[in-house]
Every structure is written in structure tokens, then in C-alpha cells.
């Protein structure tokens, strides 16, 4: 039998599909806000659960036109200069070096009214793991951050997957201060060929707790574009690198030989092989964990000689790379170092893909 909906009927039922919506809202459950008073997490603090931050820092490309042959020429001249970031402006990059018994971080940030709130609504796991030390790496964006003065940061470990009173927690991280490029590599671009375990050193920081220390290279699938993203800080540069060493040591030592049984905390290490180019990053961090300084380099006084060759670039290695009709050149956030190697400029190195590396005008041949 056929049923014909009157008018009367049509009308109830598009009322009532219009206020269905409504209906639906009024079950849902509420977002709350932030409660002020949460401002201690559920856990045990673990020394080897250690967070850093730091302002999401730009880093510089300058590009000059070809007047003549291709590449940098006395005749070129600067055209352009771009920033590039991680994220953008504003936003605070967090990295946690954890050697505990966390199987998955939380991470929290200070609200607005102070209150812990998480950063995510899932378990941030660890993207690089280092199996030789059990030393895991993570990483999280805050790319809106609540406002809350100083910025302050935490994350908590999860044991078997879930929270305890046991869980690890991480010392609270805090942006207090400026974050520069300021930091100066000090040590051997090209150390001598009898000990490939070269010492690395570097200049103090004022208010540094410490430095982490990474010697890595880049695997062949790097695209310049990360060579390029490097020169942003970072105390351990999370891409297609191979690791050599991650360490950390305490202020106020500012050299550390590698091999060495003592003198830093080791996170992994592989001895360096002579006559290839690694690179070499030291990041200062203060007793908030804010990473304070990092490799930079200054461009201010650059200019090419009669042979082509870069000159008067102060501070860490960058890289001069060629395009169609210009060439631009960029910091590497490194110094690179190639022990028992020579150079084949001032202080050049011929990289694969054509670029040329400078070891930095500050190092020592």
C-alpha cells in the first residue's frame, strides 16, 4: 500500500530534522577549558629524559647573479635574500633525548592560565633511535603558542603503554632568553691523518649548562633543500644524515676528543674514518633547556676573488651551490671536518653533486 505525507507530516519532520543538530550538540561532550591549578604532571623526574626549546630561528639564503661564467665571479652581484624556517614565525620547535624506559611521550605545554595542557590528543613516538646506547630522539612543533610567559614545556613517558606514578618525566623546558648564531667552532677543519678520532672544540657560551655535539653526514638522498633547512638550529640534526657521534657535555669544558671514555655523556658513536668530510654541530642549552646559541655563520663581509674563491664569510661552513643564471650561498648550522684531508681551495671541499663546502673562515688548516 502507497502512503501519501501530507503537508502537516512534511512540515513536523523538516522541523524536526532542523533541530536534530541541536539535539545531537546538547549530548556531546563539552571542551573544557584548562584547569589553572594542573600544574603538576603524574610521574617521576628521569635525568636521562631531557627536553629542549628553543624560538623557531630562520636561516638565510643569498642569491647572486651570474654576470659572467657560471659561479661566483668578482663581476656577480647580490639579487636577492630569502628566509627560510622549520615552521614560521612564532612558532617554539621542542627535541627529547630520552635513554630511560619511555616507550612513547606525552607532551605538555604551560596554558594560557598556567595549567598543563597537552600539545597533541596522541603518543608523539620516537622517529630516530639509536640501538648501540638505547638512546631515543623526539621531536614536536608548538606552531601557536599559548601566550603563557615564560613559554614552558614538558613531556611524560609511558611505561608498557600506560601512565603511572613511575612514568618518567622530563625537567620542565622554558623560553627565558634570546636564541643567536653566535656560537664559534674552534677545532681542526683538516686535523692530521695519524688519529681520526679528532678533537672538536668551540668558544664558551655565557649561561651555557652545557653543549650537545653531533658529527654526522649526509646520505646521498639529501636533497639541497635539507642542506639548506640545516643551517636552522637544531642540537641534533634529525634527517638523511648518518650518525658518527651524539654527545653532550657539561659547561664549563668547551673540547671533547672523540673516543674519549670520559668527559661527555655518549648517546652513539662510530669512529671517524680519514679522508671524509664530516659535519660537526655544537648547540649551547642553559639550565632551562633552552637551546641559547648554535653555528652560524656571517656573510656581511663576503666577497669573491680574482679565482672565483669566497672570501671574508665568517663563523661556520656553508655551502655555495649553482642554478640557472645564479648561484646561491648558505650557512650549514656546521663546521664540517675532513681528518687526514686537504683542501682544494681555501678552505673548499668538492662535494658530490657539485657544490662546493667551505670549512668556515674561522677554522684552522
Avoid at 635539507?226 to 642540537?235: C, F, K, N, Q, W
Avoid at 634529525?238 to 668547551?254: C, I, K, M, S, W
Avoid at 633552552?290 to 652560524?296: D, K, P
Wanted: charged fraction near 15%; charge should be neutral.
Amino acid at each position: 500500500m502507497t502512503r501519501f505525507l501530507t503537508p502537516r507530516v512534511l512540515l513536523a519532520l523538516a522541523l524536526a530534522a532542523l533541530a536534530l543538530p541541536f539535539a545531537l550538540a546538547g549530548c556531546a561532550r563539552k571542551i573544557t577549558s584548562v584547569d589553572a591549578a594542573y600544574t603538576q604532571l603524574e610521574g617521576t623526574p628521569d635525568p636521562e629524559a631531557q627536553l629542549m626549546v628553543w624560538p623557531d630561528m630562520p636561516t638565510y639564503v643569498y642569491y647572486y647573479l651570474d654576470r659572467g661564467t657560471a659561479g661566483p665571479s668578482e663581476s656577480d652581484s647580490l639579487v636577492s635574500t630569502e628566509s627560510v624556517y622549520r615552521n614560521g614565525p612564532g612558532a617554539v620547535q621542542t627535541m627529547l633525548l630520552d635513554g630511560g624506559n619511555g616507550s612513547g611521550f606525552e607532551f605538555f605545554r604551560r596554558a594560557s592560565n598556567g595549567g598543563f595542557e597537552p600539545m597533541r590528543d596522541y603518543i608523539v613516538n620516537a622517529p630516530r633511535k639509536w640501538l648501540d646506547s638505547h638512546w631515543e630522539l623526539y621531536e614536536l612543533t608548538d606552531s601557536r603558542p599559548s601566550g603563557f610567559s615564560p613559554a614552558t614545556y614538558m613531556a611524560r613517558g609511558l611505561l608498557a603503554g600506560a601512565t603511572t606514578t613511575r612514568s618518567p618525566l622530563t625537567n620542565p623546558a622554558r623560553l627565558t632568553g634570546a636564541t643567536t648564531s653566535s656560537l664559534v667552532y674552534t677545532g681542526q677543519a683538516f686535523p692530521a691523518k695519524a688519529d681520526s678520532n679528532f678533537t672538536m672544540s668551540w668558544g664558551a657560551i655565557a649561561g651555557a649548562a652545557g653543549y650537545w655535539l653531533h658529527v654526522y653526514q649526509f646520505r646521498p638522498s639529501a636533497l639541497n633543500a635539507e642542506y639548506v633547512l640545516s643551517g636552522t638550529p637544531r642540537p641534533v640534526w634529525n634527517g638523511l644524515v648518518r650518525d658518527q657521534f651524539v654527545g653532550y657535555v657539561a659547561a664549563p669544558a668547551t673540547s671533547y676528543k672523540l673516543g674519549s671514555p670520559t668527559g661527555a655523556r655518549v648517546l652513539t658513536y662510530s669512529p671517524p674514518i680519514s679522508g671524509q668530510v664530516y659535519l660537526v654541530r655544537v648547540t649551547a642549552v642553559d639550565a632551562d633547556g633552552q637551546v641559547i646559541a648554535w653555528i652560524g655563520s656571517d656573510f656581511s663581509g663576503l666577497r669573491v676573488d680574482a679565482e672565483g674563491h669566497v672570501q671574508g664569510v665568517f663563523g661556520g661552513s656553508f655551502m655555495v651551490s649553482q642554478e640557472e643564471g645564479r648561484w646561491k650561498i648558505f650557512p650549514l648550522g656546521a663546521n664540517a671536518v675532513n681528518p687526514g684531508g686537504v683542501a682544494t681551495g681555501p678552505n673548499m671541499i668538492r662535494m658530490p653533486d657539485g657544490s662546493t663546502l667551505y670549512t668556515g673562515s674561522d677554522a684552522r688548516r
